[in-house]
């Protein structure tokens, strides 16, 4: 089935049907309507029920009805469960049969007489047709109220007064969702619960940007941000693993097995296992059921089983539903499609008349909030009896009140709802209208509760995702008192609940976030699992593992009871991609051979000797042994959470934004800050996989010791909300460390962190003692930290808790991590990103050779002899720890090519997926266009031939400043901080003619013209071109979207140019404006008249004056665009004497400048 189209149906569908139901309720509840003509109670229900709750959940309301009954009705009349197609025409035709025949005379039975009034003309109608058809469909739905109460109550109220318009169009719903279920679509029932999920997309992703600001998760939009499809394939393997296991060790004679791929046989025998003698017996629950998916293919397994036990294949649906599926939801909308999705698993097995004739009905539970006076529990007590109306029934009634908000949590006091439930029935109060609403309400809690009571063999379920943060207050709250141990996400305490829903030695099956398997927020759960419980089989998916996953997956089985020594089977797709194709293909693999490389086998005891017991099933018995060893790096390097602003824009630049004066780099300590008198401060922010050194980007407002962030903190509503505001771990401010970053984004990497730091929570960081840096270092950067942190947390982040659980060896490597550390700083510092560049590589005497294209193959050489040298130290690097470790047999000391973290190593620049030779061209383009962006520092006096390191990066600096620093400069630099970037020629400082000038001067005349063929083939274009059209996309990118160099442009791009930020006065729009822009629109005018004599003149060739003429349009054109931009934009601005200040960031002060400058997204 094509999902594609479904959402897209699914979500136009939902807007269509909320756009046309509010149509009608405005012409419904107009004055005078018809409506309150025809049918005035109708009216006033709409009317009271837009009081109670409000309109636009009416509105909703009614629009979901209505979705949910075509689509049903589309269902069956594909599968020929209707005797005329409701909402589909006959093969041939256009119109919905239904309205075929009843125009051809046959109305359906008991139709209502103004159907056929309608058709005969006798009724006026606008249009009759349409009018028949509803009608027509209204009776359809009642005449189904009958077989299926649950999706088609009876239709006497608004819902009918507010059906959509438009059903037989080409273009109405009813069309549209004929092309999305076609008749193989239908040929299973799960497209309904893929159709719920997409309707409800949209909603759920409000609510989730809701969250984004804060907003918590009401218990009417619980549904829509916690309803997550399963796969069918992981439908299969919890449902294989768990009714089918139980059947299996109950009857190991039966033929199930070759029916379930996804089943895992167990390698040892089991004695201690629930006893099942017939099907009957077996009762199984989904306490989240959602649209049904796990009841339904629990439904298809049960009916193999009483088919192979010899039962009548017309009774088996009746007695499955009947005897073994129960499914609890707190949405009424998914209660009713489960219930739905079985009907039509019985429909299948029986065919329409034998479906018409069955009595039972499938078992859907949906929670609804019933709630109890004090007033009213005597009455309670007249309608149970004294003998019942005990302690524990009165607080089980009290315990639905808010069902929406708890769902299958809730676990009912009384222990017996059941024969409660039959006695209470069972009274008859006659007229006593007052205690027949009393009893219904009690018949209502007891039939909650008597689903919720602990007495399934299997229960499975994949529950709803909701962490602590998005919880509402009463959740919360809720989860505190009643699942203290599991209250930091929804999911966590369903796990506990399933089991509590079973039998002792039941069999639970679960999907849900692996995260359990490993964060330290979840180590109680674990113990849950692991002591209480028996995990028997594990598949750990990756984020692609299937369409709608935003978080990892795991789908798992486990035993109601201990098991001591018992091994569980585990499947790690972590490492695969393909995404839901791929997955179920591996698994498969994994069930048939259990050789394979990423199958495991391991008990729930052997994690015990693991800090924080992590599921850590591919960890080997030695690697576990490790764990033992004395010391660990909590110990050691004692690892901090840093600083966490709340307002990063406020508080943190990248660090070529703000002057180099206002930025100290050096200080030892809090004090030696403070006495610098600096505002900008270096600050460990993680950033990209990067080891042994670099990743120096950030720096933070830390004057006057971080009085500006204390007091934003102290002073901003919400900022010290949890722990997110908070200037923690000062002591460890400024002092030398080792730094990793806590995003997953290629490997784990530790870096070494000068003096002169502060930390971030992502750039988290660790203070051994000095004797003991380097080898912490040289753990962290090694195989060994990885594997740990694979075993103890393999999940996007890295935990400072999982980092400190890190064993320590004390394992002199010293000077190997030196030497990388070194080599590793020294391939940061080449490029001018960072703030210890001194010069660019090229032009260092060590690679300098007599033309640029040898001077690049030397560099190029030395490149590679890094590379190698940095690889073979960190292969010397681990094969010390793994012997230290006694890790010879899990572990190897091998690094391949792209996880040398070097800059100038193309594998890990740019990855390896494309050929060697793509590899060393992209390299070749990035240094030349490094060159030439070292070029236009050096125009701009950023930096110079003459000295290393920075010149003007200071606010407001001149001309004189520079020449104060570079006294005789080989090169100098623009005087008024303007640098056309033209299609020509136009002025003496044009930055291609300024960059010819740059590459005789840094490479000599006699071979320039070849040079600079090396750099334009290079770049794969002529200089012009790239400063034109390239080099301010690549600055952009280089300064990660905070350029120092800023492009004015003309809304056409006629006229470019460049103005460097640290250089800029409020006069420098001026100078732009009167020195280069109205003289270029001069040169325009001069040019234009030019063309326009070319095109006169007699001795011109008729191609010349037809070029002159189409010119001197383009010319025109371009002084027009020019004249406008300067009059509604330069000059307004140049009047303005706009002034910036650098510590504002590019941020804020890029779009001061507005349409002036080249549109960047995030800035403009």
């Known amino acids: 089935m094509d999902t594609n189209a479904l959402k897209k149906f699914a979500q136009s569908a939902r807007n269509l049907l909320i756009d046309q139901v509010t149509s009608k309720l405005d012409v419904v509840l107009a004055e005078g309507s018809a409506a309150r003509r025809e049918a005035p109670k109708a009216v006033k229900d ?162 989730f940007a809701g969250l984004k600001k804060n907003q918590k998760i009401t218990a009417e939009n619980i549904p829509a941000a916690t309803q997550l499809f399963t796969p069918h394939w992981i439908v299969r393997y919890l449902v294989e693993n768990s009714l089918g296991r139980l059947w299996l060790l109950n009857h190991p004679q039966s033929g199930l097995a070759a029916k379930m791929d996804y089943y895992i046989a167990p390698e040892e025998p089991e004695a201690d296992f629930l006893k099942i003698t017939k099907p009957e017996d077996i009762r199984i629950c989904d306490p989240a059921a959602g649209s049904g998916h796990m009841l339904t293919y629990a439904f298809d397994l049960l009916y193999a089983i009483y088919e192979e036990e010899g ?45 018409l004739r069955m009595e039972a009905k499938p078992d859907i539970c949906v929670l609804q909030n019933v709630a109890f006076t004090d007033a009213e529990m005597q009455d309670v007590a007249a309608v149970v009896g004294k003998d019942l109306f005990t302690d524990e029934l009165r607080e089980t009634l009290g315990q639905f009140e808010q069902a929406k908000n708890f769902g299958s949590l809730i676990v009912p006091k009384l222990r017996d709802p059941a024969e409660t439930l039959r006695v209470v029935e069972a009274r008859d109060f006659g007229g006593d209208l007052l205690l027949k609403e009393v009893q219904e309400r009690v018949i209502a809690v007891l039939r909650m509760a008597e689903a919720l009571s602990p007495k399934y063999h299997v229960v499975v379920a ?38 509590r829903l079973g039998e002792p030695l039941a069999r639970i099956g679960i999907m849900s976030p692996h995260v359990w398997m490993f964060i330290s927020s979840h180590e109680r759960l674990r113990v849950f699992i692991t002591e209480q419980n028996t995990l028997t089989n594990v598949v750990e998916l990756p984020l692609t593992g299937f369409a709608g996953a935003t978080v990892q997956i795991a789908a798992y089985n486990f035993i109601n009871r201990h098991k001591s020594a018992y091994k569980a089977n585990f499947i790690s797709l972590l490492d695969f991609a393909g995404g839901e194709k791929e997955m179920p293909k591996r698994t498969l693999a994994a069930i048939q051979d259990r050789t394979l490389a990423y199958v495991f086998r391991a008990s729930g005891d052997e994690f015990i000797s693991i800090p924080g017991r992590p599921i850590a099933y591919a960890a080997g018995k030695r690697l576990r042994e490790t764990f033992l060893l004395p010391e660990n790096i909590g110990e050691i390097a004692k690892p901090r959470q840093g600083m966490a602003t709340t307002n990063n824009d406020l508080f943190l630049r990248i660090w070529s934004e703000v002057s180099a004066d206002r930025t100290n780099f050096d200080s030892n300590s809090e004090t030696d800050a403070f006495a610098s008198g600096a505002k900008w401060f270096p600050y460990n922010k993680g950033g990209p996989f990067r080891k042994w050194s670099g990743n ?17 903190i102290d002073n901003t509503p919400g900022a010290r909300v949890g722990s997110n505001g908070r200037v923690i771990n000062r002591e460890f401010y400024f002092k030398e460390g080792v730094t990793w970053s806590d995003i997953k984004t290629g490997g784990f990497g530790a870096r070494l962190s000068p003096s002169g730091f502060i930390f971030d929570v992502k750039g988290s960081s660790g203070f051994p003692d000095p004797q003991k840096r380097l080898s912490v270092l040289g753990l962290l950067s090694s195989k060994l930290a990885a594997r740990y942190i694979d075993v103890l947390n393999p999940t996007v982040t890295f935990q400072v808790g999982d980092i400190a659980r890190i064993p320590y060896r004390n394992v002199d490597v010293d000077s190997v991590t030196q030497k990388l550390s070194n080599l590793s700083k020294s391939d940061w510092d080449a490029y001018e990103t960072s703030w210890d560049f001194t010069t660019l590589p090229l032009l260092s005497p060590d690679h300098r050779a007599e033309t640029l294209a040898a001077t690049y193959t030397t560099l190029r050489t030395h490149w590679q002899s890094m590379t190698d040298e940095m690889q073979r130290l960190e292969e010397e690097n681990n094969r010390i720890f793994i012997d230290a470790y006694g890790l010879q047999d899990e572990l190897t000391p091998e690094v391949p090519i792209e996880e040398i973290t070097l800059t100038c190593n193309p594998a890990y620049r740019y990855g390896v997926k494309g050929s060697e030779a793509d590899r060393e061209t992209r390299l070749r383009a990035d240094t ?204 307004p601005l140049a009047q303005q004497k706009i002034e910036i200040d650098l510590d504002d960031g590019v941020k804020a002060n890029y779009p001061k400048f507005g349409s002036a400058l080249k549109k960047i997204a995030g800035l403009s």
């Open 462 to 499: 994949n529950p709803p995702y909701m962490g602590a943060k998005g919880m509402n207050d009463t959740v919360s709250d809720w989860l505190k008192a009643n699942y203290p141990d599991f209250k930091s996400d929804l999911f966590a305490a369903f796990i506990p609940r399933c089991a």
């Open 311 to 355: 039962y009548d294949a017309t009774e088996i649906p009746a007695l499955i539903l009947t005897h073994n599926l129960t499914g609890v939801e707190i949405d009424d909308r998914a209660g009713a499609l489960a219930a739905f999705a079985l009907a039509m698993k019985a429909a299948g097995k029986l065919g329409r008349r034998r479906f």
């Open 696 to 712: 120096f980007i950030y720096v933070v407002n830390f004057e006057n010791r971080g009085k500006t962030i204390c007091d934003y």
């Open 928 to 1131: 030349m266009a490094e060159f030439l962006s070292y070029a236009v520092g050096c125009m701009f006096g950023r930096y110079s031939l003459d000295a290393p390191g920075l010149i003007l990066a200071n606010q407001g600096e001149r001309l004189e400043d520079y020449l104060a620093r570079a006294p005789e400069p080989s090169f100098m630099p623009d005087e008024d901080n303007v640098i056309p970037v033209l299609d020509e020629n136009w002025f003496p400082d044009d930055i291609t003619e300024r960059f010819r000038l740059f590459l005789r001067v840094t490479f000599g005349e006699a071979h320039f013209r070849e040079n600079l063929k090396f750099i334009e083939d290079s770049l794969g274009k002529d200089i012009r071109k790239y400063f034109t059209k390239d080099f301010y996309a690549d600055h952009v990118k280089r300064y990660k979207k905070r350029p120092i160099y800023w492009m004015v442009s003309s809304p056409k791009g006629t006229f470019n140019a460049l103005i460097y930020m640290h250089r800029y006065r409020a006069d420098t729009v001026s100078v732009l404006l009167n020195d280069y822009l109205r003289e270029f629109i001069t040169k325009l005018e001069g040019e234009r008249t030019r063309l326009e004599k070319l095109a006169d003149d007699p001795t011109a060739t008729q191609g010349q004056k037809t070029k002159a003429l189409k010119d001197v349009a383009k010319v025109a054109k371009q002084i027009d665009e020019l004249n406008e931009w300067e009059r509604d934009v330069i000059f």
């Open 46 to 207: 709409l009317e009271n029920a837009i009081n109670k709750a409000d309109k636009q959940q009416i509105i909703e309301q009614v629009a979901y009805t209505w979705f949910n009954r075509f689509t049903a009705l589309r269902f069956m009349d594909a599968n020929g469960y209707t005797q005329v197609r409701t909402v589909s025409p006959a093969d041939g035709a256009t119109r919905p049969e239904l309205l075929s025949e009843a125009m051809a005379g046959n109305l359906p039975d008991g139709a209502p007489a103004t159907i056929q009034s309608l058709l005969d003309g006798r009724t006026p109608s606008h249009d009759l047709q349409a009018e028949a058809y509803r009608l027509l469909l209204v009776h359809t739905c009642n005449q189904w109220h009958g077989p299926m109460t649950f999706l088609f109550e009876q239709i006497d109220d608004y819902t009918e007064l507010l059906m959509p318009e438009d059903l037989l169009s080409q273009t109405s719903i009813l069309a549209e969702l004929r092309k999305v279920m076609t008749e193989d679509a239908c040929q299973d029932v799960e497209i309904i619960g893929w159709l719920y999920q997409f309707y409800i997309s949209e909603k759920k992703d409000q609510v």
